[in-house]
């Protein structure tokens, strides 16, 4: 004779039912959390502060001896004082900055996304060993190439232009090896799909890959937009004249062997940094979905 298992009763009132654990710390595990979270975010904001701090104020109140939180009357003037400097053109080291910057990551994007998609999707014989020889430019080290460059890039007339910063940054090795990675875990499907609908590499590339890659994208945007930004030492060779510099080598010229004005290297640091905010802010809902979706839309 065989027994069943009584069945439970669905109709029964949810106190009567079987409660689950509950997961997480409860009152007390969310209050630890947001103290830490609380205490992280002071700690990150305390370099800007003083950033802005110091910005607004003179060079005694600075480098005295009797340091306060905040100066004693904000010195709006030296923001006028930073952009009519005649021996830093700081307003044309922003525009220059912006347009290389820009500029380098769009051409990165388009030059290393193509380039990593052939080898990903393209069959050729010799993709692996160009694969190869893309992995072994990140071998060689950028001091053995840099001055070569220069020579290169001296020769064809390009020094105090915007030709010789952007273009010779225009590959990436590192980059190229990321999209080709990306793009073999890309679903095959899509692409077949748009296949049938008559499209080539570079149709499923513009119309299929693209949009559905966006939050990789913006990750790699966001990383290149940030290198060319803080670039200085290929800007510091190239841009010779006032300008041509660009916001880092601007900021070079506030310290000199004779002088350092203090107020000027903060209030130019602080405006500096805004662009790498708001870039960071605009591409952050992006960058988030990236990590939950990987990339690839439901």
């Given at each position: 004779?065989?027994?069943?298992?009584?069945?439970?009763?669905?109709?029964?009132?949810?106190?009567?039912?079987?409660?689950?654990?509950?997961?997480?710390?409860?009152?007390?595990?969310?209050?630890?959390?947001?103290?830490?979270?609380?205490?992280?975010?002071?700690?990150?904001?305390?370099?800007?502060?003083?950033?802005?701090?110091?910005?607004?104020?003179?060079?005694?109140?600075?480098?005295?001896?009797?340091w306060k939180v905040f100066p004693t009357h904000l010195q709006w003037g030296?923001?006028?004082?930073?952009?009519?400097?005649?021996?830093?053109?700081?307003?044309?080291?922003?525009?220059?900055?912006?347009?290389?910057?820009?500029?380098?990551?769009?051409?990165?994007?388009?030059?290393?996304?193509?380039?990593?998609?052939?080898?990903?999707?393209?069959?050729?014989?010799?993709?692996?060993?160009?694969?190869?020889?893309?992995?072994?430019?990140?071998?060689?080290?950028?001091?053995?190439?840099?001055?070569?460059?220069?020579?290169?890039?001296?020769?064809?007339?390009?020094?105090?232009?915007?030709?010789?910063?952007?273009?010779?940054?225009?590959?990436?090795?590192?980059?190229?090896?990321?999209?080709?990675?990306?793009?073999?875990?890309?679903?095959?499907?899509?692409?077949?799909?748009?296949?049938?609908?008559?499209?080539?590499?570079?149709?499923?590339?513009?119309?299929?890959?693209?949009?559905?890659?966006?939050?990789?994208?913006?990750?790699?945007?966001?990383?290149?937009?940030?290198?060319?930004?803080?670039?200085?030492?290929?800007?510091?060779?190239?841009?010779?004249?006032?300008?041509?510099?660009?916001?880092?080598?601007?900021?070079?010229?506030?310290?000199?062997?004779q002088t350092v004005v203090f107020h000027t290297i903060f209030m130019a640091t602080a405006i500096s940094i805004l662009p790498l905010v708001?870039?960071?802010?605009?591409?952050?809902?992006?960058?988030?979905?990236?990590?939950?979706?990987?990339?690839?839309?439901?």
């Amino acid at each position: 004779m065989t027994t069943t298992a009584p069945e439970t009763d669905k109709s029964a009132p949810p106190s009567n039912r079987p409660r689950r654990a509950r997961r997480g710390g409860g009152v007390m595990g969310n209050t630890g959390l947001y103290i830490a979270v609380s205490v992280a975010a002071f700690l990150f904001l305390i370099p800007f502060y003083i950033m802005v701090r110091n910005a607004l104020s003179t060079d005694p109140e600075i480098t005295g001896e009797h340091w306060k939180v905040f100066p004693t009357h904000l010195q709006w003037g030296n923001f006028s004082e930073l952009f009519n400097d005649p021996m830093v053109p700081f307003g044309r080291s922003l525009l220059n900055s912006a347009l290389v910057a820009v500029l380098h990551t769009s051409g990165v994007l388009l030059i290393c996304s193509l380039a990593g998609y052939a080898l990903a999707r393209i069959p050729y014989k010799h993709a692996n060993k160009v694969f190869y020889a893309v992995l072994g430019t990140l071998m060689v080290p950028t001091a053995v190439t840099f001055v070569p460059s220069f020579v290169l890039v001296s020769s064809l007339g390009w020094v105090d232009s915007y030709r010789g910063l952007i273009i010779p940054g225009l590959f990436s090795g590192f980059t190229c090896f990321l999209f080709r990675q990306y793009f073999l875990g890309f679903p095959k499907e899509l692409e077949e799909a748009a296949r049938v609908d008559g499209l080539g590499y570079w149709g499923a590339y513009w119309r299929v890959v693209v949009p559905n890659s966006l939050n990789f994208f913006a990750a790699i945007a966001t990383i290149t937009f940030i290198s060319g930004w803080n670039s200085f030492l290929w800007p510091l060779v190239i841009g010779q004249s006032p300008d041509a510099w660009t916001v880092q080598v601007a900021l070079s010229n506030y310290m000199t062997n004779q002088t350092v004005v203090f107020h000027t290297i903060f209030m130019a640091t602080a405006i500096s940094i805004l662009p790498l905010v708001f870039v960071f802010l605009f591409l952050q809902r992006w960058l988030v979905q990236g990590i939950a979706q990987t990339g690839i839309k439901g």
